[in-house]
């Protein structure tokens, strides 16, 4: 069973469309973020890769301002859940109600069913409550009461997170981090972007400004095409040896898992495909390699002590491995 499920077959797409569709995309999200085209374009690779978006940075950078233009660039379903302490597992999938007049039981669907939606301070709420997301993001749909329901195509979970350092913050479980394709930091803006923010956003909201400039549909359609771009044997093998490298690294005691291999090859299809290519190449699983890996694994205690950073630890293991020759 779906709720407000678009059944419409999604139209053919290519490889030049995605370039047009996710270049509007783009340039829609960059009229409300002032100079953070690396992280735009992260996000619009996890879009297009069939994923979920981790950002993390302290407050007001604009973590949640680049969620909501995603969301709003897209004429699509966009709901806003903002996790707090007291928030429950049910907010989120939904509950089942008795109806008086029909003697039955109905479900309102909770925050959960939409296209994309947006978590706001994921961290903020408890373990439990941060659970209810897991069966979603992976199987995209939710079960209540022994009855499963699909959520619509596209589907992506965009959620914001506070460094755990910061008051009133739960640290994510790791089952919830890997599901995650990839995270980003937003990072303060340089002095020239400040200054245009100042300049354009100082006495209006960009956001409610932003118009859609594609839908749904498409995006199902776009989504198809980058399935399409091939992987050679050599660049797949390229993948499990780095994260393997992962696993077996002192520096770690938690390596990348499976579901973590599978993502970083769904990634550099998308990367690929906005790189005007129809095949992937060494250079895209190492450029992100970082973005998904780093937030899925642990750094062992003598790594912590040395103060070497998970970054760094995954940029050493992609060196650790030899490049296979270029299709």
């Known amino acids: 069973m779906s709720l407000d499920y678009d059944s419409q077959t999604a139209p053919t797409q290519t490889l030049d469309d995605v370039l047009d569709v996710i270049g509007r995309v783009r340039s829609a999200i960059e009229t409300v973020i002032e100079g953070k085209r690396d992280s735009i374009d992260l996000a619009l690779i996890v879009l297009l890769a069939e994923g979920h978006l981790l950002v993390e940075d302290v407050p007001g950078v604009g973590k949640t301002m680049l969620a909501k233009a995603l969301g709003r660039s897209i004429d699509c379903s966009v709901r806003r859940l903002q996790f707090t302490p007291d928030l429950l597992p049910s907010d989120i999938t939904g509950v089942s109600v008795y109806n008086q007049q029909s003697r039955e039981f109905e479900f309102k669907p909770g925050g959960i069913f939409a296209n994309i939606v947006v978590g706001d301070e994921i961290n903020r709420a408890s373990p439990k409550t941060q659970s209810a997301l897991l ?23 965009v959620a914001t997170q506070n460094p755990i350092e910061m008051e009133g913050t739960y640290p994510l479980p790791e089952a919830q981090r890997d599901r995650f394709m990839a995270r980003i930091e937003m990072g303060y803006p340089t002095p020239s972007a400040e200054l245009d923010m100042l300049e354009h956003h100082g006495s209006s909201d960009p956001l409610q400004l932003l118009q859609p400039v594609t839908d749904a549909a498409t995006v199902r359609g776009l989504v198809a095409a980058v399935k399409e771009v091939y992987v050679a044997p050599a660049v797949k093998e390229y993948v499990i040896q780095i994260v393997n490298a992962t696993r077996s690294s002192r520096d770690l005691r938690l390596g990348a898992s499976p579901r973590a291999t599978l993502q970083l090859l769904r990634a550099a299809r998308a990367h690929a ?6 095949y992937v190449t060494p250079d895209d699983i190492a450029y992100l390699a970082t973005p998904v890996l780093a937030h899925r694994v642990l750094p062992s205690t003598d790594a912590q002590l040395a103060r070497r950073s998970v970054g760094d630890i995954i940029a050493t293991a992609v060196r650790s491995v030899a490049i296979p020759d270029r299709p």
């Open 273 to 278: 495909a906005l790189a005007r290519r129809d």
């Open 135 to 157: 069966e979603a993001m992976e199987e995209r749909q939710i079960s209540v009461d022994g009855t499963t329901y699909l959520l619509a195509p596209p589907f992506m979970v």
